[in-house]
């Protein structure tokens, strides 16, 4: 055990040793990196704690092996680890809370890059994607289509960064909806009651006529059922 233990801390010890290496020398993607040999000297280590190492980094998306080119240095993909990892299953609920509030921010602070996006060719998308949903309760379009409608938006302002968000968020929102559907129902219908209800066809209509201020007040009302869940005393 105490092999293994110690095995483990060198493994991340040269890690750490190529990452500063590939930093102090300003290496950028692209950049070939020197071979196992190299740094098992460079560092008085055997090459299969070497090999560990870079077998981390490739994991990571930091370098990858290229014919004729050797270990070449890559831009990693930054959401990648997430998706692997996280399983809502595995979220407390004051986790969920957290992301659900990442998630509030991103829908209202894109709509500045996704109205000076936006194209007539969008709208006319938008439309058709409205015009095909089916509710299948208060409040609550099918899956599907609510991922297609706010996908679309995130594709509209051209943030990658935010697209791949959403594929990590949405599964958190589902699992939300499923397993805690006794809270959510209670509060579509209070929403509903009240005509507080803010449906992509409303937010659709604030988009039609250019009115970013509308449409993000609108948002936070479509919002709203996620802020009542992040306010609520689960846990």
Same mark, same amino acid.
């Given at each position: 055990m105490e092999n293994e233990l110690t095995t483990t801390t060198l493994v991340d010890r040269v890690e750490e040793k190529i990452i500063e290496y590939i930093k102090e020398n300003h290496l950028i993607p692209g950049d070939a990196l020197p071979n196992e040999m190299f740094f098992s000297e460079l560092l008085g280590i055997s090459r299969n704690v070497v090999r560990e190492a870079m077998s981390r980094l490739r994991m990571l998306g930091l370098i990858r092996s290229r014919t004729k080119r050797g270990i070449i240095i890559t831009e990693p993909p930054l959401m990648i680890g997430f998706q692997r990892v996280l399983d809502p299953q595995f979220l407390s609920i004051g986790t969920m809370k957290e992301m659900m509030g990442v998630r509030i921010s991103l829908e209202i602070g894109v709509a500045e890059l996704f109205f000076e996006n936006l194209k007539k060719t969008d709208v006319l998308e938008l439309e058709y994607i409205v015009?095909?949903?089916?509710?299948?309760?208060?409040?609550?379009?099918?899956?599907?289509?609510?991922?297609?409608?706010?996908?679309?938006?995130? +594709?509209?302002?051209?943030?990658?960064?935010?697209?791949?968000?959403? +594929?990590?968020?949405?599964?958190?929102?589902?699992?939300?909806?499923?397993?805690?559907?006794?809270?959510?129902?209670?509060?579509?219908?209070?929403?509903?009651?009240?005509?507080?209800?803010?449906?992509?066809?409303?937010?659709?209509?604030?988009? +039609? +006529?250019?009115?970013?201020?509308?449409?993000?007040?609108?948002?936070?009302?479509?919002?709203?059922?996620y802020m009542e869940f992040i306010k609520s005393d689960l846990k």
């Amino acid at each position: 055990m105490e092999n293994e233990l110690t095995t483990t801390t060198l493994v991340d010890r040269v890690e750490e040793k190529i990452i500063e290496y590939i930093k102090e020398n300003h290496l950028i993607p692209g950049d070939a990196l020197p071979n196992e040999m190299f740094f098992s000297e460079l560092l008085g280590i055997s090459r299969n704690v070497v090999r560990e190492a870079m077998s981390r980094l490739r994991m990571l998306g930091l370098i990858r092996s290229r014919t004729k080119r050797g270990i070449i240095i890559t831009e990693p993909p930054l959401m990648i680890g997430f998706q692997r990892v996280l399983d809502p299953q595995f979220l407390s609920i004051g986790t969920m809370k957290e992301m659900m509030g990442v998630r509030i921010s991103l829908e209202i602070g894109v709509a500045e890059l996704f109205f000076e996006n936006l194209k007539k060719t969008d709208v006319l998308e938008l439309e058709y994607i409205v015009s095909q949903e089916k509710a299948v309760e208060i409040n609550n379009p099918s899956l599907q289509d609510e991922i297609m409608f706010h996908t679309k938006i995130y +594709k509209i302002a051209g943030n990658n960064f935010i697209l791949q968000f959403n +594929k990590i968020i949405y599964p958190v929102i589902v699992f939300a909806k499923q397993n805690y559907d006794n809270f959510f129902q209670p509060v579509n219908q209070k929403l509903l009651d009240n005509g507080e209800i803010v449906s992509h066809l409303d937010l659709l209509n604030f988009i +039609k +006529k250019n009115n970013k201020n509308g449409y993000q007040n609108a948002m936070r009302g479509h919002m709203r059922p996620y802020m009542e869940f992040i306010k609520s005393d689960l846990k």
